[in-house]
């Protein structure tokens, strides 16, 4: 089933539409969603993907061996700050050939992320990833997940071979270049994409969901903990949010009354609505005190009611820090140090302490990842995806104006296989 929202058309990444394909009826209950769905194996190809398997791989190391310059989006100066979507131009430039331990691959889909855009102006965890000596001999492409067909490989690569479908793992040290035709790109950093999942999906839920089950592993979460997700409604949020459902646990999310109805479809026991109260007093008040706090926003205030509603042996884990939307600014080198020695000083004397524990950042990705990739597909967890675009200028352009308002509920993907 294919709907169409906001005049955009969209896959099926809404938990009611992929129950209604399933049972024909209408919902269930919120909560019902995970228990229902948890047997899963469907298989929904989109029209694009079965003319891209009907393309032999021979073809398709053809047209890339032949290909002189291909289409990326990206830009041939520096932005300034807060500007990068006004920078971003359709370049064409010539695609690189795989080094030895090197796959090329075909983009079918990339995702659009803030942190993506962070970097591209050189403010990643306050001050990083900026691009260097950007020019028209050397844009900055952007675009860090990959959802593809492998078209070529390097000589030292014998796991790959042209015509298998592969997804990155999300890398430690963001690198870029995805907003492309095709990519090169290490053989160590990719695996293969799993039949359940859409190239359109793949590239939407990857990251988030090393991330989410990444900061579950952190805090230890064991069956039937309560915990509060704060920033549920986001896509960090909304995976954390589902895994922790699929682990059986009560989850309370703190988001805005607006995206109530939307956490609660993906299995909110409780909803805090952040803009009239505080969720720290509100839990602390109700004697809801929680085994864990997981924060996707960021800031003092938010560490602050974590750790009125936490129990003694509960933990905070947050993937952002004590700064809101870490990122968006530029920080100086004392301010990015005091932010630093906050995270240091905090783990330290909560430990000493003994009461709850305080936790930033979560487990690599590429050790999580299969395990992440299990849960999800054993329990049917799906990133939201607001909008599919094609791979053009202006739709790029309007996402990445849309992402960095942190209104967008789940993750947007460049649909590449529109183009073909
Ligand atoms: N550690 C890592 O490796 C890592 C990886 C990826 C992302 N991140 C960081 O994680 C953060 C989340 O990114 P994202 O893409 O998931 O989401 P996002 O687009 O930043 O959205 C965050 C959500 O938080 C909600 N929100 C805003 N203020 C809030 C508050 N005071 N209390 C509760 N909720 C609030 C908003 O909900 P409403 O619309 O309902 O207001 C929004 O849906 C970003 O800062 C990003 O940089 C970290």
Redesign the pocket.
């Known amino acids: 089933m294919v709907s169409t929202l906001t005049g955009i058309t969209a896959g099926s990444d809404d938990p009611k539409e992929r129950n209604l394909q399933k049972n024909s009826t209408s919902a269930p209950p919120a909560n019902h969603y995970l228990k229902i769905v948890a047997s899963s194996t469907a298989h929904f190809y989109k029209p694009n993907e079965r003319k891209n398997m009907a393309n032999s791989s021979t073809d398709l190391k053809k047209q890339f061996m032949a290909a002189d310059t291909m289409d990326a989006i990206g830009f041939t100066s520096s932005p300034k700050i807060g500007e990068v979507a006004e920078s971003l131009r359709m370049l064409q430039v010539a695609p690189r050939r795989p080094e030895k331990d090197e796959v090329a691959v075909k983009l079918a889909a990339s995702s659009i992320?803030?942190?993506e855009i962070?970097a591209a102006q050189g403010t990643a965890l306050g001050r990083f990833y900026g691009p260097k000596n950007v020019s028209v001999e050397n844009p900055y492409i952007l675009g860090s997940s990959v959802s593809g067909t492998v078209v070529a490989v390097g000589s030292a690569v014998t796991n790959f071979q042209a015509g298998d479908e592969v997804i990155a793992i999300p890398y430690e040290q963001m690198q870029f270049a995805s907003w492309a035709s095709y990519r090169c790109i290490g053989k160590k950093w990719l695996i293969p994409k799993p039949d359940q999942l859409s190239h359109v999906q793949a590239a939407a839920v990857t990251?988030?969901a090393c991330?989410a089950w990444g900061a579950i592993k952190f805090a230890k979460i064991e069956q039937g903990d309560h915990c509060v997700v704060?920033?549920a409604?986001?896509?960090?949020?909304v995976m954390i949010l589902q895994f922790l459902k699929s682990l059986e646990c009560h989850v309370t999310a703190?988001?805005?009354g607006?995206?109530e109805s939307f956490v609660r479809e993906y299995g909110a026991d409780e909803v805090v609505d952040?803009t009239k109260n505080e969720f720290g007093e509100v839990l602390a008040g109700n004697g809801h005190y929680c085994d864990a706090v997981f924060d996707?926003?960021?800031?003092r205030d938010?560490e602050i009611n974590a750790f009125k509603c936490l129990k003694k042996s509960g933990t905070f884990e947050t993937?952002?820090g004590p700064r809101r939307?870490?990122?968006e600014e530029k920080l100086s080198w004392p301010a990015f140090l005091k932010v630093m020695w906050h995270i240091i000083w905090r783990m330290g004397i909560t430990r000493l302490n003994g009461g709850p524990k305080y936790t930033f950042?979560?487990k690599y990705p590429r050790l999580v990842i299969h395990d992440a990739m299990e849960q999800l597909l054993k329990y049917d967890i799906r990133m939201p995806v607001p909008k599919i675009i094609p791979f053009e200028i202006e739709a790029v352009t309007e996402s990445v104006r849309a992402?960095v308002t942190?209104?967008?509920?789940g993750r947007s993907v460049i649909d590449f296989t529109r183009n073909d």
């Open positions: 992320h803030v942190d962070y990251m988030a991330v704060v920033g409604s986001g896509a960090i949020g703190v988001c805005s607006a995206s952040y996707c926003v960021g800031g938010i993937v952002v939307y870490i990122g950042g979560e992402v942190h209104r967008e509920k």
